[in-house]
């Protein structure tokens, strides 16, 4: 009799890499469902290319590179990368823009970089900041909420022709369908003197707390990060960290000036802050090691957000402040260890 | 009395599969043909065999002595002949061949005579420590350390804390459990001999939350005494001696150092137990629990094994099915190492037989890349930095690896068994090891080899010098002074006629 003799562990736990990504993208649908009711079809249309075109980048790399496929297309990392652009994408972009975002995000910024757990920064942020510089006119048209559009409704076919490029239907302008982010709105009527107050209060784009539609889509991925946090997929120290550091931040301007800066409620539930802190700073590859590493990182995300948001030329700033930190996490992993146990303090506690 | 309990960073929960094996109570193994017995079962110096193919042995007599300091000696666990000695396959985890002693049992199982010690109150540590150690025990959680020097605390060294580890937390393992709940008290007086041994401050018997029947049992046992028996939350690795002694005192052993540098001293129920055996009754280590399971066993239970006995007497025992055996396994789940075959010998440390199907052993996945999710520094209980030891493990940066504490690993797996991507981090962390150690060795060698040739030209020199001081030396005597020749003669002559004379004179005042 000649048996195997691997070396211990002999037991594993179910957990694979695609569970983890499956679970994130699981943990999305809260959001997407808000955003699919508030924005309509294009939101699907855009994912479902994104998807497409994420999976045909990364096996023809994989290919490249002769890497097996069937492990690494199933390991449900580029469906994260694909879904997570196509949200931060606007609904009603053309498909050039999702194509050129998400083929960049998987050639450029993840496989050209050695692939699933090589990339220094996160391809679906990459693929977005590619795309909100090289094409500022298509990334800022965001769609108005439906209900904000009262002189046509938006069906299936019609937004698969406005992506697809047979044009806008008959007798309808593109202006009529878009309109300035809250974030955007805001940044620009702050600068011509009115108070936070006024501008929340008239312009039809700002809901409760929030976008109109922003915020229960923000919600959702609330709903969905509490989750992951529950399935033990994500750790809390950086959503927390994150969103005290951008709520800190907040809180203190508020105080001092509440007619120019919102509220850190505002803040919390508008533009990205949510999906950022639950579902873009938490990937595992690009973020820090340790505990300690993580709380700083995501403080001082969150702290780049706020600053961005206020002080920088782009209304939304979580995709730049992730990418700043990106930047940062070999240093931070490099200074900031755990304590090893029965290592320095000898602690009761 | 409720104990406070501290937590350790990490660990996992695992299903248990405790159950299977606890159903009967704890039989003894029939006698085996042949028992196999190595002589390297502990850690430390291999015993010294003492008994040649021929002999005839009784059940309990020494057949290997110990050498050097950490040893221990080995006694035939039956009666019968040897038959052979020489090296055969041992359960080791690199699986070569070792020396081993095998005696062919009569049936009979008659015992040596067995030396009594009478009241061990009145013996004092050194003695008592001696009969430990001739009596061959060793830690039987599973290190096998040999146990008398552990009851050596040191000049100057107090304990403070004595605990007796009953926190079987691998998976699968039952044999400490069943011995708790059948032998409380032979393991409750186990400890006060070992109590008395290191003067110990306070006793804890430690046993998880899971095992309702032995925490009943050891209680009724302890009932009376001041020893707590205290359970602690089951969670894997809680039965690791540093993880346990954070759990029960909050304190935390050094990085390279033991317990007893913290005033503690832990050792097992088993160990305690057999620690008692030999005090009371003068039996020698020979046999003990060991839990026989797993999904290819159709009775997994706890049997009362002979050391020695072949794995495959205990497969047959319990009904095992070898078309479906996937994996066999010397100890639980987590830190057993996998047999090549079922031909070796049980020993000393051996607690559990796990033989798996397919089904108990999670299928094969592909090795993924490192997503650096981070479950495995989650998992760690030593706080590690599993990630970053395996970057460097991998790209054989052996100075990195030590210096992100690679020495401090327990091999306990947690991490491996969390990784999503199906890292064999552990593997890793062992090579990485096996290479410095190798290296260590190396750099010795070659320091002793350096040193030697130093020496060596240093001494070649120094002949060099003094043939050539003696050279001229001897030169300038001949120039320097032309002295008549027939007068330094003569004076030699003198003095040589004179120490004759003292020398006679000398022998004969002696007479």
Redo the contacts between chains.
């Keep these: 009799?000649?048996?195997?003799?691997?070396?211990?562990?002999?037991?594993?736990?179910?957990?694979?890499?695609s569970?983890?990504m499956l679970r994130v993208v699981y943990a999305l649908i809260p959001g997407l469902a808000a955003y699919i009711w508030f924005f309509g079809w294009g939101v699907v249309i855009n994912i479902l290319f994104a998807v497409v075109v994420a999976l045909g980048c990364e096996a023809a790399m994989l290919a490249m590179r002769d890497k097996?496929l069937k492990?690494?297309l199933t390991?449900g990392?580029a469906l994260v990368t694909a879904v997570l652009l196509a949200i931060s994408i606007p609904p009603l972009s053309p498909w050039w823009i999702t194509l050129i975002g998400t083929a960049f995000a998987i050639i450029v910024a993840k496989q050209l970089y050695?692939?699933?757990?090589?990339n220094t920064f996160n391809p679906a942020m990459v693929g977005y900041v590619l795309l909100l510089i090289s094409f500022p006119l298509e990334m800022t048209s965001w769609q108005a909420p439906l209900m904000l559009i009262t002189q046509h409704s938006l069906g299936f076919l019609d937004t698969l022709h406005i992506i697809f490029g047979s044009g806008l239907p008959d007798g309808l302008r593109l202006d009529a369908l878009t309109t300035a982010t809250p974030l955007d709105t805001l940044k620009t009527q702050i600068k011509l003197d009115h108070s936070v107050y006024d501008i929340i209060s008239t312009a039809p784009i700002f809901g409760h707390f929030g976008g109109k539609g922003g915020e229960w889509i923000s919600a959702g991925f609330l709903l969905g990060g509490l989750w992951l946090l529950y399935k033990r997929v994500i750790?809390w120290h950086i959503p927390v960290a994150m969103i005290g550091g951008l709520l800190g931040m907040a809180l203190i301007f508020f105080i001092i000036n509440p007619a120019s800066y919102p509220s850190p409620l505002f803040h919390l539930f508008s533009g990205a802050t949510l999906l950022g802190a639950f579902f873009i700073a938490t990937d595992?590859?690009t973020?820090p090691?340790?505990?300690r590493g993580?709380l700083l990182y995501g403080a001082l995300i969150g702290v780049l957000v706020y600053v961005i948001r206020t002080w920088g030329g782009y209304p939304d700033a979580v995709a730049f402040a992730v990418l700043l930190m990106n930047l940062a996490t070999p240093t931070i992993?490099y200074y900031i260890?755990?304590?090893?146990?029965?290592?320095g303090a000898?602690?009761?506690? | 009395m409720i104990r406070r309990l501290w937590k350790f960073n990490g660990g996992v929960h695992l299903p248990g599969h405790k159950e299977e094996s606890t159903h009967h109570p704890v039989r003894r193994a029939p006698l085996p043909k042949r028992l196999i017995l190595p002589l390297h079962q502990h850690i430390g110096e291999s015993a010294e065999a003492v008994v040649k193919v021929g002999d005839q042995v009784l059940k309990g007599q020494m057949i290997a002595h110990a050498k050097g300091f950490v040893s221990a000696p080995i006694h035939a666990p039956s009666s019968g002949v040897v038959v052979e000695t020489g090296d055969l396959p041992v359960p080791h985890p690199s699986g070569l061949s070792a020396p081993c002693i095998v005696i062919e049992t009569d049936g009979a199982d008659q015992w040596a005579p067995l030396q009594t010690h009478g009241d061990y109150m009145q013996l004092d540590p050194s003695a008592l420590r001696n009969i430990i150690r001739e009596a061959g025990i060793v830690g039987l959680g599973g290190a096998g350390f040999p146990s008398f020097i552990k009851l050596n605390p040191g000049p100057g060294k107090v304990v403070n804390t004595l605990i007796l580890n009953g926190v079987e937390c691998e998976p699968y393992i039952t044999c400490d459990d069943m011995l708790m709940r059948e032998h409380a008290p032979d393991i409750i007086a186990g400890l006060r001999i070992i109590r008395h041994a290191l003067h110990a401050r306070e006793c804890i018997v430690a046993l998880e939350d899971n095992k309702p029947d032995a925490y009943a049992a050891m209680c009724a046992a302890a009932a009376g005494t001041d020893i707590q028996v205290v359970q602690v939350p089951t969670i894997y690795p809680a039965g690791g001696e540093k993880q346990l002694v954070k759990v029960l005192t909050g304190m935390e052993v050094p990085g390279n150092g033991l317990p007893i540098h913290i005033g503690v001293v832990c050792q097992n129920v088993a160990t305690a137990a057999a620690v008692y055996r030999a005090v009371e009754y003068g039996e020698p280590l020979i046999s003990r629990y060991m839990t026989i399971t797993g999904g290819n066993i159709s009775q997994p239970r706890n049997l009362e094994v002979l050391i020695g006995t072949p794995v495959k007497d205990l497969l047959d025992e319990c009904g095992w099915n070898p078309g479906t055996l996937e994996r066999l396994l010397m100890g639980g789940p987590m830190m057993g190492f996998a047999l090549p075959g079922d031909g070796v010998p049980v020993i000393k440390t051996t607690n559990c037989i796990l033989a798996m199907t397919a089904a108990d052993s999670q299928p094969q996945r592909p090795v993924m890349p490192c997503i650096r999710c981070g479950a495995c520094a989650d998992a760690c209980p030593v706080n590690l930095l599993p990630q970053q030891l395996y970057w460097h493990a991998h790209a054989k940066d052996l100075d990195k690896v030590q210096e992100y504490n690679l020495f401090d690993c327990i091999e306990c797996g947690c991490c491996s068994y969390v990784c999503p991507s199906n890292i064999p981090l552990v593997h890793y962390y062992r090579y990485a090891k096996t290479e410095i150690w190798a290296k260590e060795r190396e750099k010795q060698k070659a320091e002793a080899a350096r040193l030697r040739y130093e020496f060596r030209l240093q001494r070649i020199e120094r002949e060099k010098t003094e043939r050539a001081a003696k050279h001229t030396q001897k030169k300038e005597e001949l120039t320097a002074a032309p002295i008549d020749p027939s007068d330094t003669k003569k004076a030699a002559i003198v003095a040589a006629m004179e120490r004759a004379q003292a020398k006679r004179e000398e022998i004969k005042g002696g007479e």
């Design positions: 009799m000649q048996l195997k003799t691997p070396s211990s562990p002999h037991a594993h736990m179910p957990a694979s890499v569970t983890v097996p492990p690494f390991d990392s050695g692939g699933l757990g090589y750790n595992p590859v973020a090691a340790s505990t993580r992993d260890h755990s304590r090893v146990f029965g290592h000898k602690r009761k506690d």
